[in-house]
Structure formats: structure tokens, C-alpha cells
DNA sequence: GGAGACGGCGCC
DNA sequence: AAAGGGCGCCGTCTCC
């Protein structure tokens, strides 16, 4: 493997020359003392902006009062990015940049080219599989604590890295193909506005800081209980479970304890504590502590290609999984400012109704047809049951059932996960793929395939064949990314008919396929007809002869805004 | 004292 | 023999 020379490049300490219509120009920023888990924040100092147009030649500059001229200059090309989020959110710290659909990410293209085939980005990874060059890890360490002005061996690296970013489009440019760059195009590089346009939430940091404290007093009445043990080390745990006579267990996770909890008070115990540990360490007082900003809101880093299907993630705070089934508690601090209110929509039986869709099952697409709820008639159709909505079995078996079906889910699954014995779940499962036999067919022939599956939208997953889970991911993948696909869409589409802000939008959160926006009062109604409205065009545009439905709500806060 | 693996668990 | 997909974060434990 290569390395960069500097006698391969020129490095100029001046602007750009203005850029013509068709230029494709790499661009990317150094920048200091960053905190770490707030790289989506507005830490660190601005260190260095290089472009170039050739892969030769770099401009260079490290005067921040010179950004916005610098990018004026590049406005006619096309920019090329690696993780342009990170780049344009800080540079937007220095340069008003409107959205601009003349830009290229080499990191999101190479995901859309590649998920499940590869599972790391960096740009270190793309030069050594692209181009065979080593780009040393140990010199872009450096640059957190670096001081504001960089080492001449800094700059000489940063420029190593835009030529990288240059010479990765170009060979990204010849091999894509159509499909991919209708992705790019049509999905993902709107959908980078978005998230570049996010808001945070607010919260009620006093709320929060008064559950966190009740349930750090309580998890500490379990450890004062057991004093000669640490409840939070699985190892000390499985050996006193041994010692209380359970012995064939080889876990302790809540799924294998369950079936002993009536008998076994330590294991009741253990779980109780388990939940209020969770809730005070991973939802404790650090969590406002380290994100609540001064206009308390918290502004999550979402990843746009965060999972191999395509799906978001969300880190540094994960808003993906605050608490909610068990207590509304977490959900009612996430509040909206005194003149607004939350909308909070979400699209119901999202993904049965994909499923029925790629599997083109006549029974469930009669289901939906009729706007009938799935499970209740999945119940009919397998047994002759006649549930109501309440009925416990809607929840306790048909759910599992019909959802677990695109997953994979096996009886041993139903008995571990939701105590259904083994025989019932057996039943269960036979049953659906009979009486939905364009399911059982979609699935065997997802099993089989060995290559890549696909989204509606054409959305790639590659499979390892030799991996554990392969058909699994044949199977789930295009589910769950044609769901990433719609949702993306949608909160584009919104923005873009609600009216497009390129920072501080009113969207303030998106979880899988839930999105909230916050709306001052007298636009509520307008809102959520508008979001219902956007949701239910982009599912049914994408599922074809699939109604779609939408479940929306209004609150103050995000648990009674939530349907 | 930090990195990384692991067990465990929050959400969709 | 194993036994549902996708994440991120916590504490423990081990290792260096």
C-alpha cells in the first residue's frame, strides 16, 4: 500500500479560483480542540478549509474570516465531501450555506454503494480499498489537541486528506451506477438537508433531574439489600442464582429469569434494580448534565445512514430510546416552548403493510384494503377468532406473530421473548404463513438469495452468505429499509411544502417512523393535516395499492403529543 | 487510567 | 446447534 508524497501536490495559501458550472471540487475543514461526543456541536476552533479541483493543486486557508469568501468562490462547482454534515454544520458556524443539491458525499455514497458489504466509512478506509493509500491514523489524532495554529506536517496531512476525498469521488464516479445515484439523488442527499435542519428538543431539565434522583435513591435500596454482592456484575449475579439452586442457567438476561420470577424473590429483585439502574445511569442526571445546551433544547448527532437497512441512528443523546413503555415519565419532560405545541405522527403497521407489499400477499393486502386492523384479522383469518381491540391475545400473540414473520422469528424466539410455549408459538407461526401463503413464499425466496437484497426504492444489502442471520437480513433488510426509505422522503417532502428553513426547522426529532415537529399553536391544525397529508402520499406512492395510515397527535409535551 | 470486549437493555 | 432484524449506552471486567 502507498502513502502520499508531498511532492505529489502543491499546496497554496490563497482563495480558490472561481469555480465554473461541472467542476467537481473536494473540500474539507480541520478544526481543534473538539470536544469529543459534541463533534455535531459548535466546539473546537477552526483550523483549516481546503479545497481542490484536480487533486494536485490544494488551496489551503486558515484565516476563518476569509470562509465565506473562499465558498463564494466554489458556489458554480459541485462540492465533495467526506461526512459533509460535519463539514457544513461547522462551516455554517462562519458562512450562511443555503441547501444545494450540487454535492457529492463520498462517505454516504460509498453506505448507498456498499451497506452489509463493508462496515466501516472513514475516509481512511475508502483510500485503502479505492485507491490503495495509507492515510496515517496517527497524525489525524493529532488535531484535538493541537493548539489553534496547526504544524506544518498538520497542514501537509489535512491537504493528504482533500486530495484523498477527490480521488475517492472519482473512482466512486465510474463504478456507480444508476440505481445508486437515483438514491443519492432522490433520497439520501435531501435528506442530508434535513438533518442538517433539525432543532433540538427541549426539556424540563427540573422533571428530569427529580426522576433521575428518585430512581438513583431507588436502585440504591436494592444494593443496600444486597450488600455482598454488586447487583450490576452479571457474573456475581449468575453465581448466586447458582447458589439459590438455579443452576442450568446460562444467562441472566430479563428474557431467561422471567419464567423463575414467581418463585424466586433475588431474581425479582434483580430485575426491579435492573430497571432502575438503566433509568438512572443511561437516563440520569449526566444525560442533561452533558447535552442540555443553553436554550435548553438537546440536539442529538443523527447519523442519516446510521444502519446497514438504512436507517437513521442517533447518538450523543440516542433519542431513538427513551423510556416509553413502561412509564411516560421520560417522554413527558421533552416539552414545547410556551407559544408552540408538539405534533408528534407516526404511520400504523408501517411495516406489515411493506411486507404485503414486496410479498404482494393477496389476504393482507385485502386487509389493508379495507382498513382493517391486521392483527385482529390475521386472528380471524388463522383461527376464527373474533377479538375485539382489547382482547390480550391482539397484543400478546398476533403482534409477535405478524411482526415477527418478516423477522425471521422462530417458536424458540416466542417462548424466550414473549413466554409463549413453544408448541402455541409453533401453531402460531404455521398458521400465519398458511393462511398467508404469499408470505411463506416472499420469505423462502428471500432465504435463498445469496448476493443482495433490495428496497422498494432499490435500496442495497449486501448479504455474507457465510454470516449467521444472512437470510434473516434477506428477509428484514428491504422491510426495513423501504420503511427508512418512506420516512426520509416524507421529512423532506414536509419541509419542503411546510416551508424550508436550512437551520432550526420545526422538526425536532424522527424515530424510525415517527416524526415530530413543533409549531406555534395557531398552526397546529394546519400541521397536522400537512404532515398526515405528506406521510400517507409518500407510503402509498411507495407501497402501490397499499392504503397507508397515519396516527397523529398535539401536546404540549412528547407523551401526549404521541397518538 | 484508558481501550475494548461483553452482558445487558432502552427504543422501533 | 441455534433459535428475530436494526441501533447506542451503561457498568463490569480484563488487559496494557
Known amino acids: 500500500m502507498k502513502t502520499y508524497r508531498i511532492e505529489d501536490i502543491q499546496i497554496l495559501n490563497e482563495l480558490p479560483p472561481k469555480a465554473k458550472k461541472g467542476d467537481k471540487i ?3 475543514t480541520e478544526w481543534t ?6 463533534l455535531h456541536r459548535p466546539t473546537g476552533n477552526f483550523a483549516s478549509l481546503a479545497c481542490t479541483f ?10 476563518s474570516s476569509k470562509i465565506k469568501a473562499f465558498l463564494d468562490n466554489l458556489n458554480d462547482g459541485v462540492w465533495i465531501f467526506h461526512n459533509a454534515k460535519f463539514d457544513i454544520f461547522h462551516l455554517r458556524r462562519f458562512a450562511n450555506i443555503q441547501k444545494r443539491m450540487r454535492l457529492w458525499d463520498t462517505m454516504l455514497i460509498e453506505q448507498i454503494m456498499y451497506s452489509g458489504y463493508y462496515s466501516d466509512f472513514t475516509l481512511a478506509d475508502l483510500a485503502r480499498r479505492r485507491l490503495n493509500i495509507y492515510l496515517p491514523k496517527e497524525e489525524r489524532e493529532t488535531f484535538n489537541e493541537a493548539s489553534n495554529e496547526l504544524t506544518q506536517s498538520q497542514l ?10 477527490w480521488q475517492v469521488y472519482k473512482s466512486q464516479r465510474t463504478e456507480i451506477d444508476e440505481n445508486d445515484l437515483n438514491l443519492w439523488k432522490e433520497i439520501e442527499l435531501p435528506f442530508l438537508w434535513v438533518v442538517l435542519s433539525l432543532s433540538g428538543m427541549k426539556v424540563d431539565s427540573q422533571a428530569w433531574k427529580i426522576l433521575a434522583k428518585r430512581n438513583m435513591e431507588k436502585a440504591q435500596e436494592y444494593r443496600d439489600k444486597y450488600p455482598e454482592m454488586n447487583l450490576s456484575s452479571p457474573e456475581q449475579v449468575l453465581k448466586k442464582l447458582n447458589e439459590l439452586g438455579y443452576k442450568k442457567l446460562d444467562s441472566t438476561k430479563e428474557d431467561y429469569l422471567k419464567p423463575i420470577l414467581s418463585e424466586c424473590e433475588f431474581a425479582k429483585d434483580l430485575l426491579e434494580y435492573r430497571g432502575l439502574s438503566k433509568a438512572s445511569s443511561t437516563y440520569g442526571e449526566n444525560w442533561i448534565e452533558d447535552f442540555m445546551e443553553s436554550d435548553n433544547r438537546i440536539y442529538s448527532d443523527f447519523k442519516p445512514i446510521g444502519a446497514a437497512t438504512g436507517r437513521l441512528s442517533s447518538s450523543s443523546p440516542n433519542m431513538e430510546n427513551i423510556p416509553s413503555k413502561d412509564t411516560k415519565e421520560f417522554r413527558k419532560c421533552f416539552i414545547a416552548d410556551d407559544e408552540n405545541v408538539l405534533v408528534d405522527a407516526d404511520w400504523s403497521a408501517q411495516e406489515p403493510r411493506i411486507a404485503s407489499y414486496l410479498s404482494q400477499d393477496e389476504k393482507m393486502i385485502e386487509i389493508f384494503r379495507n382498513k382493517k386492523d391486521i392483527y385482529i384479522e390475521a386472528a380471524r383469518l388463522m383461527f376464527g377468532w373474533n377479538l375485539s381491540k382489547k382482547d390480550p391475545r391482539r397484543k400478546e400473540l398476533m403482534k409477535p406473530t405478524v411482526l415477527g414473520a418478516s423477522y425471521g422469528l422462530t417458536e424458540y424466539g416466542m417462548e424466550l421473548k414473549y413466554q409463549i410455549p413453544k408448541k402455541d408459538g409453533k401453531r402460531l407461526l404455521n398458521a ?6 404469499g408470505m411463506r413464499r416472499f420469505r423462502d425466496r428471500q432465504y435463498k438469495i445469496k448476493t443482495f437484497v433490495q428496497t422498494i426504492y432499490g435500496r442495497k444489502f449486501w448479504l455474507n452468505p457465510y454470516q449467521k442471520g444472512s437470510e434473516n437480513n434477506a428477509l428484514n433488510s428491504p422491510v426495513q429499509g423501504s420503511a427508512a426509505d418512506a420516512l426520509k422522503i416524507a ?9 424550508w428553513a436550512d437551520t432550526n426547522s420545526v422538526m425536532v426529532n424522527i424515530v424510525h417512523d415517527e416524526i415530530l415537529i413543533e409549531v406555534p399553536e395557531q398552526l397546529k391544525d394546519a400541521a397536522i393535516q400537512m404532515l398526515k397529508d405528506v406521510m400517507i ?11 397507508a395510515d397515519v396516527e397523529i397527535g398535539f401536546g404540549k409535551n412528547w407523551a401526549d403529543a404521541h397518538p
Open 156 to 165: 501537509v496531512y489535512s491537504a493528504f486528506d482533500v486530495v484523498a476525498t
Open 26 to 28: 473536494a473540500i474539507d
Open 432 to 437: 400465519f404463513f398458511d393462511t398467508f401463503d
Open 537 to 547: 402520499e409518500v407510503a402509498e406512492s411507495m407501497h402501490d395499492g397499499i392504503p
Open 491 to 499: 421529512a423532506y417532502s414536509f419541509l419542503d411544502r411546510w416551508g
Open 54 to 63: 484536480d487533486g494536485k493543486v490544494v488551496y489551503l486557508i486558515q484565516d
Open 33 to 38: 480542540q473538539m470536544e469529543k461526543k459534541k
